[in-house]
């Protein structure tokens, strides 16, 4: 018998990537462009990288910015 999911258990990442991937192909089917899973495959495929492409800038981002503060900071000392 699997186990229950408790309330104290976080969702591991692939937990979490599948309910994504689930809400936007629920989503998805409810466009009439749309007429099937090789419809939708392509266009998942791209927001996915689009959506990783913009986590991994903003990782960067934030890392650069807090070299830049990291600096400040040595130089004042």
Same mark, same amino acid.
């Given at each position: %018998?699997?186990?229950?999911?408790?309330?104290? $258990?976080?969702?591991?990442?692939?937990?979490?990537?599948?309910?994504? +991937?689930?809400?936007?192909?629920?989503? %998805?089917?409810?466009?009439?462009?749309?007429?099937? /899973?090789?419809?939708?495959?392509?266009?998942?495929?791209? +927001?996915?990288?689009? @959506?990783?492409?913009?986590?991994? /800038? $903003?990782?960067? /981002?934030?890392?650069?910015?807090?070299? @830049?503060?990291?600096?400040?900071?040595?130089?004042? /000392?």
């Amino acid at each position: %018998m699997p186990k229950k999911k408790t309330a104290d $258990q976080p969702m591991t990442t692939a937990q979490q990537l599948g309910g994504i +991937v689930k809400s936007a192909r629920q989503i %998805m089917r409810k466009d009439k462009g749309l007429s099937g /899973e090789l419809d939708r495959l392509p266009i998942l495929t791209w +927001v996915m990288f689009l @959506k990783f492409l913009d986590d991994l /800038e $903003q990782r960067r /981002e934030t890392d650069a910015l807090l070299r @830049k503060r990291s600096s400040i900071v040595s130089r004042c /000392e």
